[in-house]
C-alpha cells in the first residue's frame, strides 16, 4: 500500500507540474508574462465553433476588428474567472480602436458544463463572446494548449500577431500589451 501510495503521489506531482508550465518556446514579456513562439501565423484563420448561447461561429468573427484577444480559460480555472472582468473592461474600453475579446472556454463538451460557464460569465459581467470547443478549434490550437489562461492576438483573418500568454494578467499589464500591438 506504500508503494503504490509513494507511486501515485508522484505521477500526481509529474501531472501537476505539466499542467502549469510551458514549453521551450516561451520568451517572458516586459511585464512578466510568458509569451510562446512559434505558434502557426494563420492560427484561427479556419475554424467553426458555437457560442455558449448557442450561435455558429467562425473566423468572420474575427472581421472588422483591427485585433481580436483570444483568451482561453476553464471554469476550473481561478486565475482565468478573477481576469474575466479586467477582459471585459479591456472589451468595452478599446472597442473604439478596432479592438475585442472573444473567449474559448477549453473544457465545456455537455450542457452542465455550458451552464457553469454561462454562470461564471453572468458572475464576472461578461458580454464578450466566449467559444466552446470543436473539432477545428482543436486542430487548430486547443491541442497544444498546456495551461490556462493562455491569451494570444489575431488580426482580422484570424492570423496570430502576438502571444500566446500563458498565465493571468491585470488591467493596467494587458492594457501595456494591447497598446503595443494595436500600434504596430
Not at 458544463?113 to 461578461?126: C, H, L, P, Q, S
Not at 496570430?160 to 500568454?165: D, F, M, N
Request: negative net charge; contains cysteine.
Amino acid at each position: 500500500m506504500k508503494k503504490f501510495l509513494c507511486i501515485a503521489l508522484s505521477l500526481l506531482m509529474l501531472f501537476a507540474l505539466s499542467a502549469c508550465g510551458g514549453n521551450d518556446d516561451e520568451a517572458t514579456a516586459p511585464d512578466g508574462t510568458t509569451a510562446q513562439t512559434g505558434e502557426s501565423k494563420g492560427l484561427l484563420s479556419a475554424f467553426t465553433a458555437e457560442t455558449l448561447d448557442g450561435e455558429q461561429a467562425d473566423e468572420s468573427i474575427f472581421e472588422g476588428k483591427k485585433v481580436t484577444m483570444v483568451n482561453i480559460w476553464a471554469t476550473f480555472c481561478g486565475p482565468c474567472i478573477r481576469e474575466m472582468p479586467d477582459l471585459q473592461r479591456l472589451h468595452e474600453d478599446y472597442a473604439d480602436k478596432g479592438f475585442q475579446v472573444v473567449g474559448i472556454v477549453c473544457d465545456v463538451y455537455d450542457e452542465s458544463g455550458v451552464e457553469d460557464a454561462k454562470d461564471i460569465e453572468e458572475a464576472t459581467g461578461v458580454k464578450y463572446v466566449s467559444l466552446l470547443p470543436s473539432a477545428s478549434l482543436n486542430e487548430a490550437k486547443l491541442k497544444n494548449v498546456t495551461s490556462v489562461p493562455e491569451t494570444l492576438f489575431v488580426n482580422e483573418k484570424g492570423e496570430l500577431i502576438a502571444g500566446p500568454y500563458i498565465g493571468s494578467n491585470s488591467y493596467e499589464g494587458w492594457a501595456a500589451i494591447i497598446e503595443d500591438v494595436l500600434s504596430e
